[in-house]
């Protein structure tokens, strides 16, 4: 059975801390997007990639966040510093060039204290 | 850039009445459109989606949309709500001028089934 698969799925931090998460995308899905769920702002697009290649980071404060895809398995997002507003659900979806659907992770849900 | 409306954040309907869910759209060119569902504490899981052809779309779980593009509207339905459909809904677009482009999510509508 297919997923897209995201650790950890619970990281409390402190403030000023680096976080990494990762996301798995299900093989042979070439785009992967991030989004940030919170009750205030709903589902956010962070970033999105294609073929590994960043296509659209505008949704992601520069400063602190980073967007990677070392290989075609693995996409991580970071955060450093963190800061208590970025306390969120995190997801990580992966699709196929046809862009007809996207398939999300179960989240990682980041508390910074 | 496309925008999409749910105009209900919440919505309680009886066990086994019917309900809508309501999505409009925004978009200066054709669009896919999705109605995805996220249980608690899960990721978003995709009901249904509609691309090209029959505007009337049949999903999971005994849900269906019609696409309506003079209204542009993609509303959600199921004749016959159970408890376990009590979860949050969202309805996404598409943009198809860009390739690649990303998924553009509503705020979503917290559906309660009531015993």
């Known amino acids: 059975d297919a997923r897209v698969t995201q650790t950890p799925r619970d990281k409390v931090t402190e403030m000023g801390q680096e976080v990494t998460m990762r996301c798995q995308p299900i093989l042979g899905h070439n785009t992967v997007f991030w989004y940030r769920q919170t009750m205030m702002q709903g589902l956010e697009l962070l970033a999105y990639?294609?073929?590994?290649?960043?296509?659209?980071d505008s949704g992601m404060p520069k400063d602190r966040f980073s967007a990677e895809m070392p290989d075609a398995t693995l996409a991580t997002l970071k955060i450093q510093p963190s800061e208590p507003r970025d306390s969120a659900v995190y997801f990580c979806a992966s699709g196929r060039d046809s862009n007809t659907e996207a398939f999300f992770g179960q989240g990682t849900r980041l508390t910074v204290v | 850039a496309q925008s999409v409306t749910q105009l209900d954040s919440q919505v309680p309907v009886f066990e086994e009445a019917p309900v809508e869910l309501r999505c409009n759209y925004s978009s200066s060119v054709s669009v896919y459109l999705f109605w995805y569902v996220q249980y608690p504490n899960q990721g978003l899981q995709l009901l249904l989606k509609?691309?090209?052809?029959?505007?009337l779309v049949k999903g999971i779980n005994g849900f269906e949309a019609e696409f309506n593009k003079s209204q542009t509207s993609f509303h959600l339905r199921k004749p016959s709500v159970h408890i376990s459909d009590t979860a949050e809904y969202f309805c996404?677009?598409?943009?198809?001028?860009?390739?690649?482009?990303?998924?553009?999510f509503g705020p979503g509508t917290r559906l309660s089934v009531l015993p």
């Open positions: 996404a677009v598409s943009d198809l001028r860009n390739y690649g482009q990303n998924f553009v």
């Open positions: 990639f294609r073929n590994r290649a960043p296509l659209d």
């Open positions: 509609y691309l090209s052809g029959s505007t």
